[in-house]
């Protein structure tokens, strides 16, 4: 069958991003049990230090240490905001970073947004799901970092240390990141500078 260039380029083009896509996001297997036992551990700062990441000042409102599974991340590179902020990562603890409970949630992720749903009856509440679970705008410190984060896979395991922070565009633009676990909807999010990755092996 004849084929027009232009067209078959498009589509080799396309199927060799979306092989590409798959390879960057694809999960690893997780090992069974808790994974994340513990609680983020935040220190709110009554006068944080501003600092300057591109065009955006951002303000410090808390010390943020997380140690989570990795329940899944969406890229941006398009978006208004995808220039500082290049990924979001849901993450779970406690029993949300456990073979177990997963099996019966359904997780997704679109528009800045994470989404949860229960596939299979579970023995938690919606509110305990909500406060062992988040989705955090990570701001990478500098390359070093953004390289590490651009690594991470759903299923693995990792700690973030670094702050909460509210951000503000030259153009007016605004972020203002959640300083509780237990909100839902608009605003719910962290907003994370990040400073240290480790990923657990």
């Not at 208004?80 to 990562?89: H, V």
């Not at 240390?161 to 676990?181: C, I, N």
Request: charged fraction near 25%.
């Amino acid at each position: 069958m004849w084929r027009h260039p232009l067209l078959s380029l498009l589509i080799g083009g396309y199927v060799a991003w979306g092989a590409w896509d798959w390879v960057q996001n694809r999960p690893v297997r997780a090992p069974d049990g808790m994974l994340a036992p513990d609680d983020p551990q935040q220190a709110d700062v009554p006068d944080g230090e501003t600092l300057r990441i591109r065009d955006w000042t951002l303000k410090v409102r808390a010390h943020y240490r997380i140690t989570a599974r990795v329940l899944g991340l969406e890229r941006y590179r398009f978006d208004a905001l995808a220039s500082l902020i290049p990924e979001d990562l849901a993450f779970g603890w406690g029993f949300m970073s456990d073979n177990e409970s997963l099996k019966a949630i359904d997780i997704s992720q679109s528009n800045r947004f994470y989404y949860w749903r229960e596939t299979a009856p579970i023995a938690v509440s919606r509110e305990s799901i909500i406060s062992h679970s988040a989705n955090t705008h990570v701001i990478p410190l500098d390359g070093h970092i953004a390289a590490q984060l651009s690594h991470l896979h759903p299923g693995q395991v990792v700690t973030l240390v670094g702050d909460l922070v509210d951000g503000k565009r030259d153009d007016g633009a605004s972020l203002h990141t959640s300083l509780t676990r237990t909100d839902t909807g608009p605003g719910a999010c962290e907003v994370m500078l990040v400073r240290e990755v480790e990923v657990a092996r």
